[in-house]
């Protein structure tokens, strides 16, 4: 996931990071206040990222959903090694300092390191009531949306995705169950693919 090539440190990843979540936050409050009729759900979400999930349906085929959550991944250096010194990861840095870094690099057999930080995602929801034919509601969903990480390495980046899902809705309980895939292409800083995946469920108010 995310082969990226020495991103720099975001040293103000702790405001973007409280920016953030209090707008999230603030959107999914003023949509919880103003639903009605079982329309807004809240739950969790596991796979990649983890996160807490929301839906809000604007009408009876159609829906946002947001994500926010902690997304962990793997990501590549150059040549596959490591460094003792994290200021090596970053291309300027090592520009700077080749004979520096070289003696602090590491042969990692190309498995990469580990890195973490906080995701966010919202998407725009169609949804095919008639593709399956069961007693509950079983509907297909797909639609556009777009996705946010910071990352403990790199700088954050932005970009847009395409989801794609299957719901099991019971008629007898206010609640969702969901399996979802959903292709990334990150934007900002650099362009790459990525993808999102996970099973989760939530409870309708």
Known sequence: MNPIIGRTHERGDGMVKRIFTVSFLLAIFCGAA??????????????EPTALSAKYWTSSTTAFDFGIGWGAGRGWNRYGVGYTDDRCYDNGYYNSHPGYCDARSYDNGGSGYGYSGLHLHADYLYHNFNLFHARDKVPLYYGPGISFNTWQRYDPNFGIRGVIGVAWMPNNAPIDIFFELAPVLELFPGIYPDVNAGLGARFYF
């Open 34 to 47: 103003s639903a009605g009729g079982r329309n807004f759900g809240v739950g969790i979400i596991l796979g």
